[in-house]
């Protein structure tokens, strides 16, 4: 297993704005318990567990709920993204906490409990020992589906992620596929966050677009493989919740510590 990363400064930025539509909630979804404790419990203890000198909880949807329920915990702030503009734009709203930070920032998901430290702790070690300026968590699914390819250079370098709706048929036969949890510099993240531009179907700012940027601006880019995609799926209804608690339960501590 690799060494904690803890004598490094690490920030962490958690992607926890959304509404949840499809949750049928008022609740905001990061609140909805699994295994009796709030989804965003899951990223924040895993956060902590690396040792991460701030912690940054992107709010949007009842942000005051969110930030009442983790108010007395240690090093975690805040930022406010009103209205949601995209992934790329909800880092954007924590520029201000993370421009004196001089190591490299972490970007999790509230909605993904299942993240294991082994995974993250790989993620930060290929970034560093690679000298990558931005890395992002790959996997490789028993079926791909719609997710958005990870195209490399012939030196193993990414290139671009390229959407499932844009991809050509060269493209959807890769395997790869982006996870969404990002690892980046975190001077170099915030210079090129304004290149970001919203030319897409959704008008939105994509983070997934800085990794062509980055790259095409001669920064080393690369990714790291998730052994079991399961980690990193993200919790979209309710019955997902309940499939995820049903599989967690049986195994309860020691599935709560992998998560955590």
Sequence with gaps: MPKNPSTEELAVVILAAGKGTRMKSSLPKVLHTLGNRPLLTYPVEAAQKLGADRIVVIVGHKAELVKEAFKDVPNLGFALQEPQLGTG????????????????????CGD???????????????????NYELTVLGMEPSDPAHYGRLVTAENGELTR???????????????QVNAGIYLARTQTMLKHLP????????????????????????????????????????????????????KMLPQDEEVLECAG
């Design 89 to 108: 734009h909800a880092v954007i709203c924590a520029q201000d906490d993370l421009m004196d930070h001089k190591g490299d920032v972490l970007i999790l």
């Design 112 to 130: 993904v409990p299942g993240i294991s430290q082994v995974t993250l702790l790989n993620l930060i070690e290929k970034h560093r020992s690679q």
């Design 161 to 175: 992620i390229v959407e499932y709706r844009d991809a050509n048929p060269e493209q959807r036969k890769i395997r």
């Design 195 to 246: 290149l970001l531009k919203t030319e897409n179907d959704q008008n939105e700012y994509y983070l997934t677009d800085l990794v062509e940027i980055m790259h095409k601006r001669g920064m080393k880019v690369g990714y790291s493989l998730c052994s079991d995609p399961t980690e990193v799926a993200g919790i979209n209804s309710v019955e997902e919740l309940k499939a995820l608690e049903k």
